[in-house]
């Protein structure tokens, strides 16, 4: 008998849950919001990490499994808002 049920991942360093075969469209499970894919996870966590040994624990640092970033992976840039008069009376 054949399981049906997706393979499931959890990463070490985020806690970050990763179902699917090994490819791009895997479904990552973040701790808050919807589901998401490599590419998002990649765009907002996993591009950070500063160190050799974190890069090593990390589950998501093939590019050929997380596909091409796309629009709305990462988090949107904002302008500065200026608060107050500046000082200036």
């Given at each position: ?60 640092q ?23 008069d500046?000082?200036?009376?």
């Amino acid at each position: 008998m054949t399981s049906t049920e997706p393979r499931s991942q959890r990463c070490a360093l985020c806690q970050v849950e990763i179902q699917g075969e090994g490819s791009a469209n895997d479904r990552v499970l973040f701790s808050r919001g919807t589901p998401g894919t490599r590419s998002k996870l990649w765009a907002r966590v996993c591009q950070y990490l500063k160190t050799d040994e974190q890069k090593q624990q990390c589950i998501n640092q093939d590019p050929a499994l997380r596909g091409v970033t796309m629009p709305g992976d990462g988090f949107e840039e904002i302008s500065a808002i200026q608060l107050g008069d500046g000082g200036q009376d």
